[in-house]
């Protein structure tokens, strides 16, 4: 046994609104650069809908991910290491832009300086790649909210495959159909095909906490990771010439503090903690036969942190007790393995994702009530979950590789909360054997309502801080997103795009802010990037610039 | 003359490119990269990377093969100068057309996808030119040396002895001198080529990732022991 720590994430889609603060704040901390307009570290879709790349799901199409061959062993879909180094000249299955879409702005300068007239201006879209004028045909979230759904439904590879199982029509009008939003980062997997296809093993996992980084310095934009991640959350960067990813905003992470999208999310629907797990048994359970079996297998390398045996080995493998102690409080824990309402995504993919998801009941809990029925009674609830199958296969699809009993029990947990919280709010006397139901007692059900309900920041984000007697710089190493583009950003260096020595972020922010006040930046022109959370341009905050010479700051 | 072009150049050329790819690596791993246009652009790159890529290679194993193997090796392994040349001809002809061709379809792809010319630069422009230029007088030597035009010429008794005595440090400069001008040119477009080609995407070679079909799967890094620098700093790596 090799225990190491994983940093995790577990989202609550019921309580997600799919109002996208969470794509924006990260897009605005970490992508607002020129070569990352189309790149949506978090994005937010609307289920059923295509996603993001469109039909990123469809992996006989994109070959993502890994698969057993044969003999029953793993591979990535692509096949073996010579056959990728063989596609190496042109990816065979690479996304185009086209695939993502063509980001945009608008050419806001005349507005401000067409003449006196009776003809009200326009500003016409022009594209952010050729700076051309351009017509917008999609974007990130184009079917948000079920948008053009009637007419591009089916195009959704999950609808897809729930119909042709279950022969029946997923129906998009408009009281019929169900709906929910799936915010996606990048998984940080235990068992990463984009760090498998990478050629240059620029792609590493961090030993200390699982993040998946890119070596910045060591890419060398062969693309294979980007066809390698079955999820398409590596993306590259068309100025630099490198790929990119979330990062798990892990300068913040190592400082104890959440990441962006958590802090800012207006649901307050996400976790973060710590994972012990098995890294010896990482390949074994990716390996099992039956994708259905996935979810188990996954659930099976999470260590119990309060088990001595467990504890021992995780000191043993140089773990701080601090680290262990937040493994034990770690709400992704309780929430994916004591209570076991989380579950991970698409685990048929085989890369053993970590950020895992409580599917949501509201498809349920809105077909009843906007048919007048109670939604919260546990019979009418529980009859619902058995009698709805198309939203429970989908979520099986997603969550299970297609086990619909898993899902089933889930969503019964979820009913049961709700159905027991109703009497405990209103004063009457709490129904035990609704907890019973569920196979959970009182107590239990009570805890995962409060975690699940009321839980506070710090209950919410249980975050061990990174020890700098590890010896390791809380700044930026090998991988820091937070350097792009070379010496002063608006020329190219000698070698194109952004060669040359990266520039640190701060640096970066106050040339971009400079060049954004001083001049009238045609939207043609694609440079001028501002990262508007830092700073407002006024004064001299510390340590945007070197120390004067003189000593004054 | 001809010992500054073929006894000095040379040697300047290997300075270059070593002390260039030193400085480049040191100096800019992070624009050391493909700079691939693929996002913008796959179908014609699809069918002209591939074919300049492999076409190139072939290519690079036909120059060691020449120039490194003597005649006398080959002749006594009872392959006649004949066969070699009908070979050389055959296999170098179709791996140098290939590359012609893919380079060519790559060019006029780059010139008329609007996104990837906005993408090229100057030193782009520069290193094509030198490229196709490489490419396309090695064609035409291997035309001359089946001897299209004048007579045949056995470049492995001129050019590859020359090349072989570099090695050892006492260029044979008679012989290369003795090669038809058409060697010659394509020669110094080659040195050339070799000289600037730390400072142009070219470097992406020099990385080419072999050590893929070895590496473990799952690469796991600690974060370094680099101590914390304060944010004006450049970050060393
Ligand atoms: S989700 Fe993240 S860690 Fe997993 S394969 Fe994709 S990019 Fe890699
Ligand atoms: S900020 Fe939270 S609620 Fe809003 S879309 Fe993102 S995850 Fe959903």
Request: with cysteine; hydrophobic share 40%.
């Amino acid at each position: 046994m090799r225990v190491m720590a994983q940093m995790a994430m577990v989202m609550n889609l019921d309580k997600c609104i799919g109002c996208h603060t969470c794509s924006v704040t990260c897009k605005q901390a970490w992508t607002n650069r020129a070569g990352t307009e189309y790149v949506w570290f978090n994005n937010v879709e609307t289920r059923p809908g295509q996603g993001y790349p469109r039909r990123y799901e469809d992996q006989d199409h994109w070959k993502g991910g890994w698969t057993l061959n044969k003999r029953g062993k793993l591979e990535l879909r692509t096949g073996s290491r010579a056959r990728r180094l063989l596609g190496i000249f042109a990816s065979p299955v690479q996304p185009e832009l086209a695939d993502y879409y063509e980001p945009w702005t608008y050419d806001y300068r005349t507005l401000t300086e067409a003449p006196l007239g009776d003809d009200f201006p326009v500003a016409r879209p022009k594209s952010l790649i050729t700076g051309e004028d351009t017509k917008v045909t999609w974007s990130a979230n184009w079917d948000d909210n079920l948008g053009g759904t009637s007419e591009l439904g089916h195009l959704d590879p999950i609808v897809e495959k729930v119909r042709r199982e279950s022969e029946e029509k997923i129906r998009f009008e408009f009281e019929r159909t169900f709906m929910f939003y799936l915010p996606r980062i990048c998984e940080h997997c235990l068992n990463p095909s984009c760090m498998a296809s990478c050629p240059s093993g620029a792609i590493y996992k961090r030993s200390e906490d699982g993040i998946v980084l890119v070596d910045q310095d060591r890419c060398r934009g062969w693309r294979q990771c980007v066809t390698g991640c079955p999820y398409k959350k590596i993306y590259f960067n068309h100025r630099s010439g490198k790929a990119e990813k979330c990062t798990f905003c892990y300068p913040r992470v190592e400082v104890g503090l959440p990441t962006v999208c958590s802090e800012t999310c207006v649901g307050r629907l996400r976790y973060l903690g710590l994972f012990l797990y098995d890294a010896d048994a990482v390949t074994a359970a990716a390996s099992t036969p039956d994708p259905q079996d996935l979810y188990e297998a996954q659930l099976g390398l999470m260590l119990d942190p309060s088990d001595p045996a467990v504890v021992a080995a995780a000191r043993a493998g140089g773990i701080p007790d601090d680290w262990i102690d937040a493994a034990r409080r770690s709400p992704v824990y309780a929430l994916a393995k004591t209570y076991r309402v989380a579950l991970p995504l698409h685990p048929e993919y085989r890369t053993m994702p970590m950020v895992w998801y409580v599917p949501p009941l509201s498809p349920v809990v809105d077909l009843l009530s906007s048919q007048g029925h109670d939604a919260e009674d546990r019979a009418t609830l529980f009859g619902a979950i058995d009698a709805l199958r198309i939203p429970v296969e989908y979520l099986a699809e997603l969550f299970t590789a297609g086990r619909t009993a898993t899902v089933t029990a889930v969503l019964r947990k979820l009913a049961a909360m709700r159905a027991y919280m109703r009497d405990v709010t209103l004063g009457r006397d709490p129904d035990p054997s609704i907890p019973a139901s569920v196979g959970m007692t009182e107590e239990s059900l009570y805890a995962m309502y409060r975690l699940m309900a009321i839980a506070k920041y710090d209950e919410r984000y249980v975050i061990p801080t990174a020890h700098a007697e590890q010896a390791h710089d809380l700044e930026e190493l090998g991988c820091s997103l937070d350097v792009e583009d070379g010496p002063g950003m608006y020329e190219s260096g000698p070698f194109g795009e952004a060669s040359g020595r990266p520039v640190p972020v701060a640096v970066e922010t106050f040339q971009a802010l400079k060049q954004r006040q001083t001049t009238d930046t045609p939207p043609g022109d694609l440079s001028g990037r501002v990262n508007l959370l830092n700073w407002d341009g006024n004064g001299r905050p510390e340590g945007l610039f070197p120390p004067r010479k003189d000593g004054a700051s | 003359m001809n010992a500054v072009l073929w006894g000095v150049l040379p040697y300047v050329m290997v300075v270059v490119l070593v002390a260039g790819s030193i400085w480049r690596y040191r100096y800019d791993k992070f624009g050391w990269t493909t700079r691939s246009s693929q996002l913008y652009e796959s179908r014609l790159l699809r069918i002209g990377s591939p074919l300049f890529h492999f076409g190139i290679l072939v290519v690079i194993v036909g120059h060691v093969g020449g120039l490194v193997i003597p005649e006398s090796w080959t002749e006594a392994a009872g392959v006649s100068e004949g066969i070699y040349h009908v070979n050389a001809l055959v296999f170098g002809g179709i791996a140098g057309a290939c590359t012609l061709a893919g380079i060519a379809i790559l060019i006029y792809r780059r010139r008329r996808t609007g996104p990837v010319f906005m993408a090229t630069t100057a030193n782009d422009k520069a290193m094509y030119v030198v490229l196709v230029a490489a490419i396309a007088l090695g064609l035409w030597t291997t035309l001359v040396s089946v001897g299209a035009g004048s007579e045949a010429h056995d470049y492995r008794e001129s050019v590859s002895p020359w090349f072989r005595s570099l090695f050892v440090l006492q260029p044979d400069v008679d012989s290369m001198a003795a090669a038809p001008v058409e060697f010659h040119v394509h020669t110094l477009v080659g040195m050339l080529l070799f000289a600037i080609w730390p400072f142009t995407r070219l470097v992406h070679a020099f990385t080419a990732p072999v050590h893929y079909l070895f590496r473990p799967y799952i690469v796991y890094r600690s974060r370094d022991a680099v101590p914390p620098a304060p944010g004006w700093t450049r970050s060393r790596r």
